[in-house]
T-cell receptor
Framework: AQTVTQSQPEMSVQEAETVTLSCTYDTSESDYYLFWYKQPPSRQMILVIRQEAYKQQNATENRFSVNFQKAAKSFSLKISDSQLGDAAMYFCAYGTGANSKLTFGKGITLSVRP | SQTIHQWPATLVQPVGSPLSLECTVEGTSNPNLYWYRQAAGRGLQLLFYSVGIGQISSEVPQNLSASRPQDRQFILSSKKLLLSDSGFYLC??????????????FGNGTRLTVT
């Protein structure tokens, strides 16, 4: 079974600085996709970024980018110029197949210091 | 644009009582639908998913059931709640591919407390 591991339960970053959130996964599939979701205190799940395994280029969305290392099965999220609104729980998720069933990690709580 | 509605937002129910959580999606046809549960300190656990009316797949054996009576309606039910059913329940939808690997779009969730 596929597993997603987020080993850091909490992280903190100073406003305007850069932080990297780690995620590793275990799979025997070659075709899959990965996501980062943000869950602010409102608990609404918000899609941050998506990466296809067959694409070597790392995905970027404004201040958010990923470092996708397929051989190492690593998928980290980098947040640049951190803002107070980035404070949230972040979940890494893995999916394969056509039905979009996603396996989520346990999440990491990110706090942003003003 | 597509929207997803989930209700109620919060629910407090006694042990042994029934449960019905409802989710509807607007602005799309034949979506894949999902129920996830988020327990404290844990990630999201997939409970059920559906690829069409009346087609339900259960991921975790438990006290809950799901139904899809209409294309864009997904219902989570229980005949008798247990204390362990407490948690935050999230409904989600995704488009049926292509492209493969469409992201999940979540509702606002239901906080269920079983007393």
């Amino acid at each position: 079974a596929q597993t997603v591991t987020q080993s850091q339960p909490e992280m903190s970053v100073q406003e305007a600085e850069t932080v990297t959130l780690s995620c590793t996964y275990d799979t025997s599939e070659s075709d899959y996709y990965l996501f980062w979701y943000k869950q602010p205190p409102s608990r609404q799940m918000i899609l941050v970024i998506r990466q296809e395994a067959y694409k070597q280029q790392n995905a970027t969305e404004n201040r958010f980018s990923v470092n996708f290392q397929k051989a190492a099965k690593s998928f980290s999220l980098k947040i640049s110029d951190s803002q107070l609104g980035d404070a949230a729980m972040y979940f890494c998720a893995y999916g394969t197949g056509a039905n979009s069933k996603l396996t989520f990690g346990k999440g990491i709580t990110l706090s942003v210091r003003p | 644009s597509q929207t997803i509605h989930q209700w109620p937002a919060t629910l407090v129910q006694p042990v042994g009582s029934p449960l019905s959580l409802e989710c509807t999606v607007e602005g799309t046809s034949n979506p894949n639908l999902y129920w996830y549960r988020q327990a404290a300190g844990r990630g999201l656990q997939l409970l059920f998913y559906s690829v069409g009316i009346g087609q339900i797949s259960s991921e975790v054996p438990q006290n809950l059931s799901a139904s899809r009576p209409q294309d864009r309606q997904f219902i989570l039910s229980s005949k008798k709640l247990l204390l362990s059913d407490s948690g935050f329940y999230l409904c989600a939808w995704s488009v049926v591919g292509p492209p493969r690997g469409s992201p999940l779009h979540f509702g606002n969730g239901t906080r269920l407390t079983v007393t």
